[in-house]
């Protein structure tokens, strides 16, 4: 890439305005979150796959899965109560997706290079996508988690609620996390169709659906392993019985872990960018 190419800046400005960097993460991250909000108000159809989507799959697997409930010490009679906290995940982990559309897009239209050139820390660059990412979650948990009361399932508790929001929240800054580190070495929309295909697989091969009891081969397997088990174990609780240690623990280890690897990958995606 030629020097004239306003894409990259040098290390040399980044040392000179090293001191300055740290100073702004926060304003800047909050102005790129606002940015996001101000282009859903805009285009208000970015929402249409946040929304709709969790309750496609809610609706549907309440219906396509109703007789898992039949099954000898399935821990809940009412189909619901499975069924909405995943499809809450779920919303959460799309808002991920949508945070990496707008950052293909602005690299796509010469926007991104404008905020690597501006004098703000390169940390803004990353936490204001992710930022976007947890607000973006809120529109799904705050019409799956109404509409799902509404059609039968049991209030969670206001503990348990917490606990989903702070799940949602969680898997948003994951799905965000991978959804940039994809982004950031391929830089372009096109992209998103592996972002697409890695969060549906980590959300399937899990036991989003059904129990790890009855999966059986290379399925029970893949559920044991995938940390998206331990966080909707964490994320049911309170419709799936009272709150517990037991189930919040390995939940928040799986969370910790993820989003530390996730967040080296969106890390070294942003720097080999650079280069």
Same mark, same amino acid.
């Not at 945070?99 to 290079?113: K, L, V």
């Not at 109404?146 to 898997?171: E, H, N, Q, R, Y």
């Not at 909707?232 to 240690?245: D, K, N, P, Y």
């Given at each position: 890439?030629?020097?004239?190419?306003?894409?990259?800046?040098?290390?040399?400005?980044?040392?000179?305005?090293?001191?300055?960097?740290?100073?702004?993460?926060?304003?800047?991250? /909050?102005?790129?979150?606002?940015? @996001?909000?101000?282009?859903?108000?805009?285009?208000? *159809?970015?929402?249409?796959? $946040?929304?709709? =989507?969790?309750?496609?799959? #809610?609706? +549907?697997?309440?219906? @396509?899965?109703?007789?898992?409930?039949?099954?000898?010490?399935?821990?809940?009679?009412?189909?619901?109560?499975?069924?909405?906290?995943? !499809?809450?995940?779920?919303?959460? +982990?799309? +808002?991920?997706?949508?945070?990496?559309? @707008?950052?293909? /897009?602005?690299?796509?239209?010469?926007?991104?290079?404008?905020?690597?050139?501006?004098?703000?820390?390169?940390?803004?660059? $990353?936490?204001?996508?992710?930022?976007?990412?947890?607000? /973006? @979650?809120?529109?799904?948990?705050?019409?799956?988690?109404?509409?799902?009361?509404?059609?039968?399932?049991?209030?969670?508790?206001?503990?348990?609620?917490?606990?989903?929001?702070?799940? *949602?929240?969680?898997?948003? $800054? =994951?799905?965000?996390?991978? !959804?940039?580190?994809?982004?950031?070495? =391929?830089?372009?929309?096109?992209?998103? %169709?592996?972002?697409?295909? %890695? $969060?549906? !697989?980590?959300?399937?091969?899990?036991?989003?659906?059904?129990?790890?009891?009855? =999966?059986?081969?290379?399925?029970?397997?893949?559920? /044991?392993?995938?940390?998206?088990?331990?966080?909707?174990? #964490?994320?049911?609780?309170?419709?799936?019985?009272?709150?517990?240690?037991?189930?919040?623990?390995? %939940?928040?280890?799986?969370?910790?872990?993820?989003?530390? %690897?996730?967040?080296?990958?969106?890390? *070294?995606?942003?720097?080999?960018?650079?280069?």
């Amino acid at each position: 890439m030629s020097a004239s190419t306003p894409t990259r800046t040098t290390n040399v400005q980044q040392t000179a305005l090293g001191p300055e960097l740290h100073v702004r993460v926060g304003p800047v991250a /909050r102005a790129l979150v606002r940015r @996001s909000l101000v282009a859903i108000t805009r285009v208000p *159809s970015a929402l249409v796959p $946040i929304l709709l =989507m969790p309750v496609f799959f #809610m609706i +549907a697997f309440t219906g @396509s899965y109703s007789a898992i409930t039949n099954i000898p010490g399935f821990p809940t009679d009412n189909i619901f109560n499975w069924f909405v906290p995943y !499809a809450c995940v779920q919303g959460a +982990a799309f +808002a991920g997706i949508g945070t990496g559309f @707008s950052t293909a /897009r602005d690299i796509e239209t010469g926007f991104y290079d404008r905020l690597l050139l501006a004098p703000s820390s390169r940390a803004s660059l $990353i936490l204001g996508p992710v930022g976007t990412s947890i607000v /973006r @979650s809120s529109f799904p948990f705050l019409t799956v988690l109404p509409l799902g009361l509404l059609l039968g399932a049991d209030f969670p508790g206001v503990l348990g609620l917490l606990i989903l929001a702070f799940t *949602s929240a969680t898997v948003s $800054i =994951m799905s965000g996390l991978w !959804a940039l580190g994809v982004v950031f070495r =391929m830089q372009t929309q096109r992209s998103l %169709g592996l972002v697409q295909v %890695g $969060i549906f !697989a980590t959300l399937f091969l899990s036991i989003g659906q059904v129990p790890l009891a009855v =999966m059986r081969g290379w399925l029970h397997g893949a559920a /044991r392993v995938n940390p998206t088990t331990n966080l909707l174990r #964490m994320a049911r609780q309170g419709f799936l019985g009272g709150v517990t240690w037991e189930l919040t623990w390995p %939940g928040l280890v799986a969370a910790i872990l993820v989003v530390s %690897g996730l967040g080296l990958f969106a890390v *070294s995606g942003f720097r080999k960018m650079e280069k």
